[in-house]
């Protein structure tokens, strides 16, 4: 009985331990319930107060989760202010993922993101840049490892206000990752703004190292960029491929990179008057951020103008361009640029042919990134025709003018034909912090002569118009600049000049005059030995100032004339078809006049003086008007005729008389007028009055004689002696030196160079 007792009491105590272990259960399914069902409610509330935390702010920051389970979370509306509207996220994850702090992937709809972007660049979110942090500046490792294998953007919206306007990108964007480091990537952006709008699409495969893919590139721009540029109907198109492997970078372009430009204008300074076309290809694009770099480009440029300035006017074509870029191990950049056909013009000035540009690091600065460039070009030539100069070839370098000096830049220039006869040359240096420089220049002197070197052979321009120029030129110039402006003088020296142009003769002319940027000073002085257009002008001495428009200022004019004088004075236009002089006359010789006459034995004493107007149009010189009169002191004139005229005036009574009375006439009044082509036959018309003491008794008479003749029969002045002026020797060697040696230079082409004054390289 007592056994059976204990039995009983131990089953209900069993069963009791059941019931609780069933209860226990019940209640931690039903825990489990709830925590399930509460768990999308309780995970939305720890990411918004997350959000709300990082942000700082309570307001306008939501969230809305609409699914949260094992291996899916999902968003809807995610909200930051006005800063960042997300309309759906779903992101996916198994537990061994999350263990390794990544995700199976993540999607993303329909985001809008909106910020600023500064006129310095820097661009902020608002809200969103609290909650993003600070980007980490830790150095990469090489790989790239995504927090999700799969990222995909799609209708992605970010909106930046700038000083231009509002800005505008959408993203679209599929990439993934197979295993670790590994990405394929497509990626299209769209950029729109008002004065720009630009298509990308991105695709490549690789890893932080090695990449292989290719970009597709359209742009268009147009609009006002500021106060001063202006650019219309701009279109890029690139579509280039790429490989990157062991972190050298290999590009190609089976296509042309094209850009056109239809209107391009910078206020004031610079505009395109016709649309520019540009094609770029890549023969090979090599860049090593470790070892050596090289980049192969050609190209071509259609036919392209633009105006500069004012009105400088600068075209060419340019079909074949080879663009070369090299970066050394060491970091040293060096490169070129040759344009081997083609040709750019500025149509007013020169044209160029055959550039080619180098640059190589410098070996005159202690810098280590100082860079030397060094300019030929092949060909400068005249595009007007007829040309006005001789082609010519051009070598420049540039390079940093030392450490010392700042920012400054050396700079020299040489000018030479071909067979280096005419060489001229310009050095100096410029501070681009300053803006300023100066430079000087140098023309060793240049001496040509029929069957040498001639002087239409460097001006061709002459060609015609000049023969038989002898002589010799030389020349040299200081100029500087500064922010406000440029300033130079050019000293140019003729030496023993001899030609025969448009229908002047001039023999010995020596000259060494300034030219400044406003014309010249005045002052400058020429002298010639001789000058003869019909006229026999001999020792002329002229101070003259040269205008900016071209018009010559004759401060005077003085040339011995028939052993008198002759000067003038006035403005004068040497491009003007019409043109005119008036000389006044001094001290005349009658008797040199009375050459005009065509009379054997006729001779005189006394002077005149009066007034010798000259026109000139085209190339034919004429005298109109010019009026000599007899000084006070009257003179005489005595006729000793030979036999035949004699037997003319027995022939003659009239002529017979007039030569009975100039036998010996003493004339008290005299007048003398000339009119007709001074190279031609001209009218001299003569008003004598006086008596011939043998004559009626000395009766007084007075008679007009007009006779025909050419003034280049006047007693020639070829055996005078030709005194070059003192003014002239002083200023040629203030130009030379004082060992400047001025008699007459042998015909060759001099070989001692100039004075140590004169500028060097």
């Known amino acids: ?249 290999t590009v190609h372009t089976d296509e042309c990179v094209k850009l056109h430009i239809g209107q391009f204008e910078i206020f004031d300074r610079l505009r395109m008057t016709r649309p520019f076309e540009l094609c770029i290809r890549s023969e090979s694009i090599s860049i090593d951020t470790q ?132 060489v001229i040359q310009i050095s100096g240096d410029h501070e681009e912090s300053l803006g300023k420089g100066n430079a000087l220049l140098k023309m060793q002197p240049f001496t040509f002569c029929p069957g040498g070197n001639e002087l239409t052979s460097i001006l061709p321009i002459l060609r015609g118009t000049v023969t038989g120029a002898q002589g010799s030129i030389a020349t040299k110039g200081r100029f500087s600049w500064n922010s406000e402006g440029a300033s130079g003088q050019v000293d140019v020296a003729l030496s023993d000049l001899k030609a025969t142009a448009m229908g002047f003769e001039i023999e010995h002319l020596f000259a060494a005059v300034s030219l400044l940027e406003s014309g010249s000073p005045p002052g400058q002085m020429l002298s010639i030995g001789r000058i003869g257009f019909g006229l026999e002008l001999t020792n002329g001495e002229i101070l003259f100032q040269l205008l900016p428009t071209g018009e010559i200022i004759l401060e005077s004019a003085v040339w011995m004339f028939a052993g008198g004088e002759l ?5 004068l236009d040497p491009y003007a078809e019409l043109q005119s002089l008036i000389f006044d006359a001094r001290n005349v010789d009658l008797g040199s006049l009375l050459e005009l006459v065509a009379l054997d034995g006729l001779s005189g004493s006394g002077t005149l003086d009066g007034r010798l107007p000259l026109y000139r149009n085209g190339d034919r010189i004429e005298i109109r008007d010019a009026e000599l009169h007899a000084a006070p002191e009257g003179g005489e004139i005595q006729y000793r005729p030979d036999p035949s005229a004699a037997s ?24 003398l007028s000339i009119n007709g082509d001074a190279a031609a036959e001209v009218v001299v018309a003569i008003h004598l009055e006086g008596s011939n003491p043998g004559y009626l008794g000395g009766q007084a008479v007075d008679f007009n004689l007009s006779v025909e003749s050419r003034l280049s029969d006047l007693i020639s002045q070829e055996g005078a002696v030709y005194q070059i002026p003192y003014t002239i020797e002083e200023r040629f060697r203030a130009f030379f030196g004082p060992e400047v040696n001025l008699p007459p230079r042998p015909c060759v082409h001099p070989s001692e160079p100039m004075d140590d004054s004169s500028p060097q390289r």
């Open 567 to 571: 000067s003038t004075a006035g403005r």
């Open 1 to 249: 009985m007592e056994g059976g007792h204990s039995s009983e009491r131990r089953r209900p105590r069993r069963r009791t331990h059941l019931i609780l272990l069933a209860v226990g259960v019940l209640i931690i399914v039903a825990l489990l319930a709830v925590v399930i069902s509460f768990r999308v409610p309780i995970a939305e509330s720890l990411l918004l107060g997350e959000l709300q935390r990082r942000s700082g702010q309570t307001e306008g920051v939501a969230v809305s989760v609409t699914r949260f389970d094992r291996d899916h979370l999902a968003l809807r509306a995610l909200q930051i202010g006005d800063d960042l509207l997300i309309a759906r996220l779903d992101a996916r994850y198994s537990p061994t993922g999350l263990f390794a702090s990544r995700l199976d992937s993540i999607e993303v709809s329909g985001m809008r993101l909106r910020g600023s972007l500064d006129a310095s660049g820097n661009i902020s979110f608002g809200l969103l840049d609290a909650i993003l942090g600070t980007p980490s500046s830790e150095p990469s490792s090489g790989s790239i490892a995504l927090p999700t294998a799969l990222l995909e953007l799609d209708d992605a919206r970010i909106e930046l206000s700038t000083p231009e306007g509002p800005l505008v990108i959408t993203v679209d964007s599929h990439v993934s990752q197979q295993s670790r480091g590994q990405l394929g990537t497509e990626v299209e952006v769209t950029l729109e703004h008002r004065l720009a709008t630009l298509k990308a699409r991105l695709d490549a495969n690789g890893d932080g190292r090695d990449w292989a893919g290719s970009i597709s590139l359209d742009a268009v721009l147009s609009g006002n960029f500021g106060t001063s540029l202006r650019i219309g109907d701009a279109v890029l198109s690139a579509h280039p491929t790429f490989t990157i492997a062991a972190g050298q970078t």
């Open 291 to 422: 070892d050596a770099s090289v980049v192969h480009l050609i190209g071509s440029v259609e036919p392209f103008s633009f105006v500069v300035g004012d009105g400088l006017q600068v075209h060419g074509k340019l079909p074949a361009m080879n663009i070369e870029g090299r970066r050394s191990e060491d970091g040293q950049l060096s490169g070129s640029l040759e344009i081997s056909r083609g040709t750019v013009e500025l149509p007013s000035l020169v044209g160029a042919r055959g550039i080619r540009l180098e640059a190589r690091p410098s070996t005159h600065s202690a810098s280590s990134d100082a860079t030397q460039l060094e300019l030929w070009i092949d060909t400068l030539y005249d595009p007007q025709k007829p040309a006005r100069f001789s082609e010519l070839g051009l070598h420049a370098t540039l390079r940093d003018a030392g450490a010392s000096s700042g920012d400054a830049v050396r700079f020299d220039v040489e000018v030479a034909d071909a067979k280096r006869e005419l």
């Open 648 to 671: 003319v005036g027995a022939a003659d009574d009239q002529f017979g008389t007039l030569l009975q009375i100039l036998e010996d006439f003493h004339y008290t009044e005299m007048s």
